[in-house]
């Protein structure tokens, strides 16, 4: 689960939602926290009907084989109603296919879909930070674009993975 | 290149493996750009990319149904895919079929699936020497990629015939 949500952290990051200007950090954090609360209702939303259409046992054994393409095109449909990005919809698909495949019980899956949010806001605060604090040094041409970003995603990851262990 | 790497951070698989993956990828890129190039006029105005996406959803069930390979790869698909490719503004029934552009677009097509596939065995292969030969506790998690591809979008940011321009 650390795993994806430093990939689709990074993701949403470089190809999510049009970030605020660097210049206003506080702006930037507050779309960084509607996304992630956007990402969280969006996932839960699926799981919650994936859970509903499963308690039927007419229905139970082709929800549960055909699991991807029903989760799949939900979370392309709620992408779209909410105007959203492609790097949302494959990230909202990522985490509800992650999810489900550890967790059977609805209460769990929505827990680990807040950790997952929670997980990928802070990873994005940590990058936004990053990268409004690099505006006032003089980072190198040379280092520019995605060396730097890769570099900072890199120590972000470390540190989360640090924080990661200690709680889990 | 490097955003269609990304989701193999989340599969815990060996060099072996993820060269399976990647080159399952590619040949599903290939099989892709071929199947709507040839259809795209078939589909209405602005639904070329609904109809492509369902049709990854799609391809990701059957190879899910067929091989338990999770759909993450969907992702690297689409982003190897052309920005254009999906652009409401792009005229594609401009484009001739017996155009001299159909096999500079395809050639440019095979060389992104190859460089990928390279790519991500390169990447494989680090990561297996780095974490089971050398011990390097960074690969176990992302960062340890992570810092592998700084350095090589160092590199290749730093070419020297770039610098020459």
């Known amino acids: 689960m650390y795993f994806l949500i430093v990939a689709f952290g990074f993701l949403l990051m470089v190809r999510g939602a049009r970030p605020a200007p660097l210049q206003r950090p506080v702006e930037g954090l507050g779309r960084i926290v509607r996304e992630a609360a956007d990402l969280f209702l969006t996932t839960s939303l699926i799981l919650a009907f994936?859970?509903?259409?499963?308690?039927?046992?007419?229905?139970?054994?082709?929800?549960?084989?055909?699991?991807?393409?029903?989760?799949?095109?939900?979370?392309?449909?709620?992408?779209?109603?909410?105007?959203?990005?492609?790097?949302?919809?494959?990230?909202?698909?990522?985490?509800?296919?992650?999810?489900?495949?550890?967790?059977?019980?609805?209460?769990?899956?929505?827990?680990?879909?807040?950790?997952?949010?929670?997980?990928?806001?802070?990873?994005?605060?940590?990058?936004?930070?990053?990268?409004y604090r690099l505006l006032f040094s003089s980072v190198p041409i040379s280092m520019k674009g995605w060396p730097s970003l890769c570099l900072l995603a890199g120590f972000i990851s470390m540190v989360l993975w640090g924080l990661w262990n200690a709680a889990f | 290149m490097f955003l269609a790497y990304l989701p193999f951070m989340a599969y815990p698989y060996g060099f072996f493996k993820a060269g399976v993956a990647a080159l399952w990828i590619v040949i599903f890129l290939w099989g892709t750009v071929f199947f709507f190039w040839f259809t795209r006029r078939l589909f209405p105005e602005h639904s070329l990319k609904h109809a492509f996406f369902l049709w990854l959803i799609v391809w990701?069930?059957?190879?899910?149904?067929?091989?338990?390979?999770?759909?993450?790869?969907?992702?690297?698909?689409?982003?190897?895919?052309?920005?254009?490719?999906?652009?409401?503004?792009?005229?594609?029934?401009?484009?001739?079929?017996?155009?001299?552009?159909?096999?500079?677009?395809?050639?440019?097509?095979?060389?992104?699936?190859?460089?990928?596939?390279?790519?991500?065995?390169?990447?494989?292969?680090?990561?297996?020497?780095?974490?089971?030969?050398?011990?390097?506790?960074?690969?176990?998690?992302?960062?340890?990629?992570?810092?592998?591809?700084a350095a090589a979008a160092f590199l290749w940011k730093n070419q020297p015939y770039r610098r020459k321009r």
């Open chain 1, 50 to 131: 994936l859970a509903f259409a499963a308690e039927f046992e007419e229905i139970r054994t082709v929800v549960r084989e055909y699991v991807v393409l029903g989760f799949g095109i939900a979370s392309y449909l709620l992408s779209r109603y909410q105007k959203k990005t492609d790097a949302f919809f494959l990230t909202v698909t990522a985490s509800i296919f992650m999810i489900s495949s550890k967790q059977r019980d609805l209460s769990q899956e929505i827990l680990m879909a807040g950790v997952v949010s929670s997980g990928i806001a802070l990873f994005q605060a940590c990058f936004l930070g990053l990268r």
């Open chain 2, 60 to 149: 990701a069930q059957a190879v899910w149904m067929l091989t338990k390979l999770p759909p993450y790869w969907i992702a690297s698909v689409f982003f190897l895919t052309p920005v254009s490719f999906l652009d409401d503004t792009t005229k594609a029934s401009q484009v001739r079929v017996f155009s001299k552009k159909v096999p500079r677009y395809f050639f440019e097509r095979i060389l992104t699936g190859a460089g990928f596939a390279g790519f991500v065995m390169l990447l494989a292969f680090v990561r297996e020497v780095g974490e089971n030969n050398l011990g390097i506790q960074a690969f176990q998690q992302p960062a340890g990629m992570l810092l592998v591809v």
